[in-house]
């Protein structure tokens, strides 16, 4: 039998005694079951809590490199090309994103893979006891996760997503080489505010002293303005407005491509919205000193991440996951839908969360879709199906019907006569889909097949 050893050993889980390493699966959905329950700690903003744990811990942070990206949309992608670019300069990458989709693994990345269960088990055994003392939340918890496991991990740099807001989020308590702010828009109202500027003071405050800032620019003139103005209080080294570019040349049959600085990029994440996002990652990139464009789109078109216009062929039919979730990033997913498939008609699966815009989401949809079938994930936070059928625009004149869940939702839709299913509305819808079709999120499309080609899988019986 081996046991994990703990460096608090005047607290030891009960789950946890005498583990096996058989027994770490089983184990670890219990742990994940008790972060999760940290969730009844609510949401906590403010980096008191966070910042003594990591004190005690010995600031596992200041061993290695960081990168913190904060926004409304766009966040994980620009992720994945920061993390894509460093390991092409041939550094150790830990990405650190949220939420998961299936497994709690894929928000520890390490070199592009998703860690092994028992890694993260072992460093939350250890560390228990901080948890409990600081009664950190659940993101918290995940935060100091990841820094224990990027210092054990003896990673360069470490790629971090902002969970939400910014300034008072935990991930800020990190001292990063390069804050970046993707596209704003508005979403969580309720926590960071109800206007764009105010949602966007809350972003804007991962800006660091002395230290590159760069940001994409907003249509609202005032959004720039407040980062300008926030620029002059807090004095970064560096600040740096980033659009999307006049010399893109968007080639579908290939993937999509563009030029900066006459260097041609080619993406392997869809749509184009993602140029936004690759040229905010390159550009951040050079303020880091790495000016090697030849170097930067070679590791970029290996850039992948899960459930962003990631499609699939099931049964012969084409089946495209997007965790789109707010109606800003509803928009893009049309966008994307229009570009790639222009003219065809699509059968949507939607659930959302009532804490979002569902109204407006439905609405969106509706002018769209040729079929709706609407869904409830599994968890409290999510919309009942009815409220949300309710929702669908009083326009809408395909098809439209209620599924008792996201799993009778997909099977629906493979019985549907069109040939391509979106699911879309929130990370658990598409994760339970996923489940529901026995797909692995990580399970990666070969890099440069364009998307019209999307990967096949076996047909499943759901």
């Not at 998703?114 to 009664?135: A, F, G, L």
Request: proline share 5%; net charge positive; aromatic share 8%.
């Amino acid at each position: 039998m081996v046991r994990i050893k703990n460096k608090y050993p005047f607290i030891i889980p009960p789950l946890l005694r005498g583990v096996t390493q058989e027994g770490y699966m089983k184990n670890s959905a219990e742990i994940v079951r008790h972060l999760f329950s940290l969730n009844t700690r609510g949401i906590k903003f403010g980096l008191e809590n966070i910042s003594a744990a990591l004190k005690v811990c010995g600031n596992p942070q200041n061993s290695f490199n960081s990168i913190l990206v904060a926004g409304t949309n766009g966040k994980g992608s620009t992720c994945a090309y920061f993390d894509a670019m460093l390991r092409g300069l041939n550094f150790k990458v830990g990405l650190f994103t949220s939420p998961h989709i299936i497994d709690f693994e894929e928000r520890f990345i390490i070199n592009g893979k998703p860690i092994r269960t028992k890694q993260w088990v072992k460093i939350y055994e250890e560390n228990v006891s901080v948890i409990d003392q600081y009664k950190l939340t659940f993101f918290e918890a995940s935060t100091l996760i990841a820094v224990l496991l990027f210092k054990q991990e003896k990673i360069d740099w470490a790629v971090l997503e902002v969970g939400m807001g910014g300034r008072l989020d935990a991930t800020n308590a990190v001292m990063p080489r390069l804050s970046v702010v993707t596209a704003i828009d508005i979403d969580h109202v309720q926590y960071l505010g109800r206007t764009i500027e105010q949602i966007a003071r809350e972003k804007l405050g991962i800006m660091k002293r002395g230290l590159p800032f760069v940001m994409m620019r907003n249509p609202e003139k005032s959004v720039n303005d407040l980062a300008k103005s926030a620029a002059r209080a807090v004095r970064p080294s560096q600040l740096r407005f980033v659009g999307e570019t006049n010399t893109a040349r968007l080639n579908f049959n290939k993937g999509v491509s563009f030029t900066y600085k006459k260097m041609p990029f080619v993406l392997n994440i869809p749509g184009r919205r993602q140029i936004g996002n690759a040229l905010l990652a390159i550009e951040g990139t050079e303020l880091l000193g790495f000016t090697d464009l030849r170097a930067l789109a070679r590791g970029i078109k290996n850039a992948f991440i899960p459930a962003r216009f990631q499609t699939v062929l099931v049964n012969n039919k084409t089946i495209i996951f997007d965790v789109a979730h707010n109606p800003g990033a509803i928009r893009t997913l049309l966008e994307s839908l229009a570009d790639y498939y222009p003219g065809q008609k699509v059968c949507f699966i939607v659930g959302i969360m009532k804490d979002k815009d569902t109204g407006l989401i439905m609405n969106e949809i509706s002018g769209y879709a040729e079929e709706i079938i609407v869904c409830q994930p599994k968890t409290e936070r999510s919309e009942q199906a009815d409220v949300l059928f309710e929702k669908i625009g009083p326009g809408f004149k395909g098809e439209k019907s209620v599924a008792a869940s996201v799993q009778g939702a997909v099977k629906k839709a493979l019985q549907s006569s069109l040939g391509i299913i979106c699911v879309t509305g929130s990370f658990f819808t598409v994760g339970e889909a996923m489940t529901a079709l026995k797909i692995k999120p990580f399970k990666q499309n070969p890099v440069g097949v364009p998307p019209l080609k999307p990967r096949r899988e076996n047909a499943c019986c759901i």
